[in-house]
């Protein structure tokens, strides 16, 4: 067992898939949980739309509860005109909720604490707000960077402000998604090599295990508290970022 | 007969009834404003606000690094560009520096976002 905290997040080539000029691209753990995730999110969806019970049963419930919650998300936020993303936002909620999950398991890996699938998330949001804003809107999307009501002589400082704020979105979505899975898996994993540390102290250092193995179990909580809110925010940002490609300046 | 008996006792004193009804019906539009209140301001503002303080602090200070990376990448990029090194990076520092502070009195809720204003 390693207790290098930073081991669990290293990337293992499982087997090689394909060679696109001098890079090797093979199949890594990241991609054998996302895929794991993938399936169990068909898995869960289809046995749960299977029945079709007017009365719906347990996994048909907790199908649907998933659905309106996501719904709800995108009409409170960005409107029932937002309805048209759902597909998009649900798939991002549900992938990094599973994603999450699964990195709870011990032995297991965190697709999300990698910055690099973070990013490709975020700027995929980032692009879709960015070309439905400009297929939408048209150039009247670039209202967006000048709020109305601002004087004109400092509007040009305004308008630089606001281009900045908008490119750094994707930077803030992405990094606050995989700061807080890297964070939350360092110190879980810290405080448990305290166990076995003290534990293999004699009997006053299994007495003082025990202080920090309360200490994980109460992490192990909140980190499942946090695997659900970063999706959760990561989907509501997504929805308000979209509210902008739908309604720019109001 | 007991229904009769007070039915009449409520006609006699129709004012009386009214306010304690009006009385009534305010108080339980207060509780529910009171109840329904913070969960849909939770809604339609950014849902963080009233989590944890640890994810408040991370969702804030990324919103500032990001402005400020974004300035100097922005600038660096320009002066490589435009080759007036060293004053893109100082400009678009600074405004990166704005930028990142605006981010972050939006995601507090100070200054309200006017894209998000419905």
Redesign the interface.
Known sequence: MATDPIHQFQIVNLFPVAKVGGTDIAFTNSAAFMVAAVVIITAFLLAGAASRAMVPGRLQSAAELVYEFVATTIR??AGSEGMRFFPFVFTLFTFILTVNLIGLIPYTFTVTSHIIVTLALALTVFFTVLIYGLYRHGLHFFG?FA??GIPVYILPLIV???I??F???P??HS??LF??MLAGHITLKVFASFIAMLGSAGIIGVAGATLPLALVIGLTALELL?AF?QA??FA??TC?YL??AI???? | MADGTRDKGKRQEPPDDEAALSARLKRLGDRIAQAKGPSERG??S???TD?SGM?RG??LS??L???V???AG?GWLLDRWLGISPWGLIV?LL??F???V??VMRAAGIVRD?????
């Open positions: 409170s936020t967006l709020p109305k630089c402000i606001e900045l704020s490119l750094s979105r930077i803030s990094v606050r700061a807080n946090v809110l959760y925010v509501i940002l308000i509210n902008d309604h720019p300046g109001h | 809604n339609d950014r849902p963080t989590t994810a991370f969702r990324s919103e690094v990001a402005g990376l974004v300035g922005l678009f405004f990166g704005a930028a990142g605006l981010n006017p894209t998000v204003n419905d």
